[in-house]
């Protein structure tokens, strides 16, 4: 099918897979072209560390090639440790004033070498509390670790045209299948593999966000540690398998449910951190991307924990897809996993 020169391939290096899908715009409407998922080894990316780019580089361009995409121009993204997000408040100045200024300006928030991180940032508007200052949203990102993550792209042959960040690609893809109500406070939890990224929004601003170092693979670990089991059956038993050999059923209920509320214990104490620090927003509801999202016992511990709905996102709720090309059940089952790739296939050259 014809591709337009527009189109951006979505590529998100999660540190449980490789996750790619490219959408064709148009009219302002996208359409699913192609989407694909390749697993990494969990030794591949440690820590949001890259253990092993050649495998990573590998698992890209099988899948390009298995899902037959020409398109050399990709846009990724990066999170976890190396990369900061801070609403600031500064005095009022304008775009190219604070451009001037701003390794100077974010210096005092920043908990790196100034010189070792790339700074970007959005003017938010003005501060509601204080005329004289408006808000700002910085973003820092340690110049190695995104060196890193470009160099997987450069080595595959192609070129990254957007660098974004996880949780700004899982805004954009909110807005187009859901869109942002004024004044409505909602929180996006991605809930992936090694991290669960969380992100307050205010109509279409972003008020808050917090990453919180652990994940699906907490759940997995606690069934291997404490029933013996290898990686393959851990992964097996927590996706639902109950018949496995020498393991009584209900122990493995009893360590999942244990670490799934631990997980949404986590996930509560970052959401109790933004209401203590924010004046008078209350959550009104939660929607839940990443892998981990599926689990409908996750979903009720957030749900219990925190008093506030939570919903599963559908990444292609409102995009256009084949019935003859695409199997609704079974891009359905592994959507949420794709929210990041979606994010980022619905970016346009010049976004930031
Ligand atoms: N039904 C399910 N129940 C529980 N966990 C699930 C289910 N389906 C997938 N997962 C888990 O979701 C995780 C993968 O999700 P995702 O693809 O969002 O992670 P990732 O992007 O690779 O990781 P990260 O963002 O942390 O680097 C794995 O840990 C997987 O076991
Ligand atoms: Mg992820």
């Not at 560390?49 to 846009?75: E, F, Q």
């Not at 029933?227 to 009584?248: F, H, N, P, Q, Y």
Request: aromatic residues 6%; proline residues 3%; negative net charge.
């Amino acid at each position: 099918m014809f591709t337009s020169k527009k189109d951006i391939v979505g590529i998100d290096v999660g540190s449980s897979a490789v996750k790619i899908v490219s959408l064709h715009e148009s009219r302002g409407t996208f359409q699913l072209q192609s989407i694909g998922i390749m697993p990494l080894n969990p030794e591949t990316i440690v820590d949001n560390t890259i253990m092993d780019s050649t495998a990573i580089v590998d698992a890209i361009l099988n899948l390009l090639g298995a899902l037959k995409i020409k398109s050399k121009r990709v846009a990724t993204s990066v999170s976890g440790h190396s990369v900061i997000i801070r609403k600031i408040s500064l005095p009022i100045m304008t775009d190219s004033e604070l451009e001037s200024s701003i390794q100077w300006e974010a210096e005092q928030y920043i908990p790196f070498d100034i010189s070792e991180v790339n700074i970007d940032f959005q003017i938010l508007g003005p501060d509601p509390a204080d005329p004289s200052q408006m808000n700002v949203m910085l973003v820092a990102a340690k110049k190695d670790f995104v060196d890193d993550h470009t160099a997987l792209f450069t080595e595959s042959g192609l070129d990254p045209v957007v660098m974004d960040i996880d949780c700004f690609a899982v805004e954009n893809m909110f807005d187009y299948n859901y869109g942002f109500v004024d004044d409505e406070v909602v929180a996006l939890i991605d809930l992936g593999a090694s991290a669960t990224s969380v992100s307050v929004l205010r109509g279409d601003a972003s008020i808050f966000t917090r990453d919180i170092q652990t994940g699906g693979n907490l759940l997995s670990e606690e069934l291997q540690k404490r029933l013996g089991l290898s990686s393959g059956d851990a992964e097996r038993a927590k996706l639902g398998e109950r018949s496995i050999a020498d393991v009584d059923p209900d122990s493995i209920d009893e360590i999942l449910n244990e670490a799934i509320d631990n997980l949404a214990q986590e996930v509560q104490r970052s959401l109790d951190f933004f209401a203590a620090t924010s004046s008078d927003d209350s959550i009104s509801k939660v929607y839940l991307t990443g892998g981990v999202s599926n689990s409908a016992k996750v979903r009720e511990a957030l749900e219990e924990r925190l008093g506030i709905p939570a919903e599963r996102v559908d990444p292609f709720r409102n995009v256009k897809i084949k019935d003859k090309e695409f199997d609704a059940e079974y891009l359905d089952a592994i959507g949420p996993m794709f929210s990041v790739a979606a994010g980022l296939a619905m970016r346009k050259v010049g976004d930031k």
